[in-house]
């Protein structure tokens, strides 16, 4: 299941912009080792050898065990970013970007939700410099969401009466998806995808 | 934080049920074990020692260390359950119990955030009997919200296309507060309750 979603050369190959491919095999690699065993008790050994490398050839493309868990914890969010700015700059109306930005933000923790649990849960274990790194890109697609929401309240649109309390809400909404989604389930990427930006339509206060 | 949260004594002694001391005190040294380090990177002799006790009195009162899992989630779920069946159960409309089920909920994921992540991120390390046993609480809470939701649609006063759907995003959205809810925070538990209790009732159709 991780394995398939992960693997590159899939579909939309994920992590495409990983060169060389022995990097990107190594960073396939560990999001499966951090995601069964916990990034605490994954070692760089345990990573090579699911990569079907050597430790000394890990150390050629990642010098420390935090430095893989950093790339992958800069890509899943620079990801998420451009998933919100996108559905912020586009035309449309304000209820349109809403929809638009829970719909793609949903269905990529739907899609990655191996990637994203340890994205979202491993926060804590990077180090002081990457973390604030990486807290700012949170700030910036908490902002994306939050322009949308104010530009719907300003339009006459919504009717949200906390807007930043909202906003975590929303974003907390489709986070949580990453925990819960099933592969094996009812339901596809793309269905709790719709189902979530209708229900977020709700939060604001769009009747339909 | 996290130490403050869990002590026992504290406001609601959250581990009063575990008896003897010396179990609770266990108890609570491998809830902060695991929120930090993780269930795998986590030894029996780590729990031992934070308890300021010795492996061998450990196994006094704990087996194995996934024994310890196993009753952090019960307790943990075994409230989760109660909270969402006083609601469903009290007297009310449909709303009000909505209201009141995610309120507590909420407050619960929040005052008790390092708890609940434990709870919710380690159910994978669950031997499969008592991962069974765990699943099974989950549906029955998941039962006791869909139940309201059924009738408040029921009664009219609830417009909600997919139950199930909703039931599933009203559960994920609570208990993801215990991924992001800080202490240090802006927001008490309290407050973050009730706006979460304002915002589902927009996701089931109620206009305020």
Not at 37 to 60: E, F, K, N
Not at 93 to 118: G, P, Q, Y
């Amino acid at each position: 299941m991780s394995a398939a979603e992960e693997t590159p050369g899939g579909e939309d190959m994920p992590w495409g912009e990983v060169t060389p491919e022995a990097a990107r095999r190594l960073l396939v690699a560990a999001v499966e080792a951090f995601a069964e065993r916990g990034y605490h008790a994954t070692t760089t050994r345990d990573i090579a050898g699911r990569a079907g490398m050597s430790p000394a050839a890990l150390y050629i493309h990642y010098k420390t065990k935090e430095e893989l868990l950093h790339r992958i914890s800069r890509i899943g969010h620079d990801k998420a970013l451009e998933i919100l700015r996108a559905a912020a700059d586009r035309d449309g109306t304000a209820a349109e970007r809403l929809a638009d930005a829970v719909h793609s933000f949903v269905r990529w923790h739907a899609e990655r939700h191996t990637t994203a649990r340890v994205v979202q849960y491993e926060l804590d274990a990077l180090g002081p410099e990457h973390r604030a790194e990486i807290v700012e890109l949170r700030k910036q697609s908490d902002g994306a969401v939050r322009r949308i929401i104010d530009e719907g309240v300003a339009a006459g649109e919504f009717v949200v009466p906390d807007v930043p309390g909202t906003t975590v809400a929303v974003l907390s909404l489709c986070i949580d998806v990453s925990r819960w989604f099933n592969t094996q389930g009812r339901r596809s990427p793309d269905e709790v995808g719709a189902l979530y930006a209708d229900l977020v339509l709700r939060m604001v206060g769009v009747q339909k």
